[in-house]
């Protein structure tokens, strides 16, 4: 399948064609990795895969994490898995709670179980920030955490469990990563379920009014996309034991107001094109299952696996900019 060398190790990467999956893609094979990516193209795009398609070292499945014997194809002579499949988006979940129940849970365990019976070495997750609930606590710690807001939050929590459970009864390393508002180069601002950044970005760009939902007081720990390919890296190499089977806050360990994110981004974008400086920014309603407040302890991922953050959210939204400015025009 792979025409990878005996010594050469396989990623598997689900969800692989996806805004986080494939910049892990290109992140890893510049490492030197055998990557191979399952996807069946929901919500990821051919066109963020298509720079390796014909790469010696990359293989790409075309599947569903649904699919019990996808999954059992796919973890096949794999010695670790990066498992980001799952339909994100909180209101996405409001409005079709069983479609991502199906996905999220049913084929997250689907994956658990091929890579047990695959004897995968490592399985690594993208948990989310959603467990944290309606926990009022900040900033928010792995261990502290409330009631889930919305049925998506209940499928993050749900894998966390299932990660466990696998990891005590199996022996298969598990190791979740909350991610906190990720963004960057590759994210789509299109869409109903458009994250806020790419989204933003986009209408400033469009010369239109970007809408903040309610006073845009809401805060998020907003972390740029390389600080969250640092944490895959640390999960999926660390040789600290007690680091293994458990979950870590995947931030950069700041907050930033919904109000001060479209400033930054006006400001900046303003440098690409001056008449951006004569937008109004405009506010709607809250969104039903947003948690008011988030930002992340990044202790317990500093002590165990060394983390330190390479990109804070102004050093991130200028890098970030910079790619937009070129893909999206």
């Not at 996806?18 to 990795?33: A, H, V």
């Not at 002579?77 to 209101?91: C, F, K, M, T």
């Not at 005590?168 to 979740?176: A, N, S, V």
Request: overall charge negative.
């Amino acid at each position: 399948m792979d025409s990878s060398s005996p010594e050469q190790k396989t990623i598997l990467i689900t969800g692989g064609a996806g805004f986080i999956g494939s910049n892990l893609c290109e992140y890893f094979l510049n490492k030197g990795y055998a990557v191979r990516v399952l996807d069946n193209f929901s919500t990821g795009h051919r066109h963020n895969i298509q720079p390796f398609i014909d790469l010696p070292a990359f293989t790409l499945i075309e599947g569903d994490i649904r699919n019990p014997e996808d999954c059992v194809h796919a973890c096949e002579n794999v010695d670790y898995v990066l498992h980001q499949a799952a339909l994100g988006s909180v209101p996405r979940s409001i409005n079709d709670p069983v479609t991502t129940n199906d996905v999220n849970i049913n084929g997250f365990l689907n994956m658990l179980v091929a890579a047990r019976d695959a004897k995968v070495k490592r399985f690594v997750y993208a948990a989310s920030s959603s467990t944290y609930g309606d926990s009022e606590s900040l900033p928010k710690v792995e261990d502290v955490i409330g009631k889930p807001l919305s049925p998506y939050a209940v499928t993050k929590y749900v894998n966390e469990l299932y990660a466990d459970v696998f990891s005590k009864t199996y022996g298969l390393e598990c190791i979740g990563l909350r991610y906190f508002n990720v963004f960057g180069r590759k994210q789509d601002p299109n869409g109903a379920y458009a994250a806020v950044i790419p989204k933003f970005v986009k209408q400033f760009m469009n010369y239109e009014s970007p809408v903040i939902n309610g006073t845009g007081e809401y805060s998020r720990d907003f972390t740029y996309i390389d600080n969250v390919l640092q944490m895959n890296e640390l999960a999926l190499s660390t040789s600290n034991t007690h680091a293994l089977n458990t979950v870590y806050n995947t931030a950069v360990g700041d907050r930033t107001t919904l109000n001060e994110l479209a400033q930054y981004l006006k400001e900046y974008l303003i440098e690409f094109d001056p008449k951006i400086a004569e937008i109004s920014i405009t506010h709607g309603e809250n969104r039903a299952g947003d948690i008011p407040h988030s930002l992340a302890s990044i202790e317990k991922a500093k002590n165990l696996l060394g983390y330190q953050p390479s990109h804070s959210i102004q050093e991130g939204l200028k890098e970030a900019l910079n790619w937009y400015w070129e893909n999206l025009k």
